[in-house]
């Protein structure tokens, strides 16, 4: 439902923002990106900035964190110590979003992996009254940087086979660039995000092409080159459990 959105346009003041960011190990950096990420969300009637941290961060980054919430409200570190997996951590976060009565949910990797600058371009799509909006590298105007071969060939490959077995129609099928309206995360968190590794994002998307959904083109750098062999195996087995869930018209609403 890609190609038809509501005609209602919903104005920012209206809206209470929530930004999902997993940080770790990045000290003040982490902090830089927080602010960058802020001051490209004006006009909304509330923003707050979740920073989940779990012990995966063992560096000073916390405590940075924790000092800015003192000057800055519009910042709430989220301390996760239970976290098991990067999966964990996001989940944390949205809950924490809910939780607060976030209208829309922005969720951002750190690190400028994902650029601050492209956020506007998820809200402006949001306003047009889309129920998510996903970044693509791979849609015109989209763009990966700095990333290896072996790591475009699977984010690629990945998006193709799982838009072949899921009958999605997204360009990209596994980007973490993405915003949800409330109740749209609360569904896909009633569904249950099972995957525990990366591959959590086309599952995310799989149960959101029945809904009013758009893709804007975003820039992503510094992909990781190491992939692992759980990882590639854990995709597989999950994309196999949406693909019997397509099959039984369980997939989506």
Known sequence: MADVAPALRTSLSDVFLGIVCPIANEGAAGLRFARAVLEQCDGFRAVQFFAVLDKVSIDDTLKILEEATRDDPRLQVVWAPENTCI???????????????????LEIDAGYSHQPEDAPKLIAKMQEGYDCVFGSRFMPGGEIANSSFRRLVVSRGGGWLANLLLGTKMTDMTSGFEMFSRSTLEMVLRKGIHSRAHFFQTEIKAYCH??????????????????????????????????QMQRAGELTL
């Open 210 to 243: 029945g809904l009013h959904w758009a893709e804007v083109p975003i820039r992503y750098q510094f992909a990781s080159p190491r992939l692992k062999a759980t990882a590639v195996t854990e995709s597989f087995r999950q994309l196999w459990r949406l693909y």
């Open 87 to 105: 999966v964990d951590a996001y989940v944390r976060g949205y809950r924490e979003a809910l939780k607060a009565g976030a209208d829309w949910i």
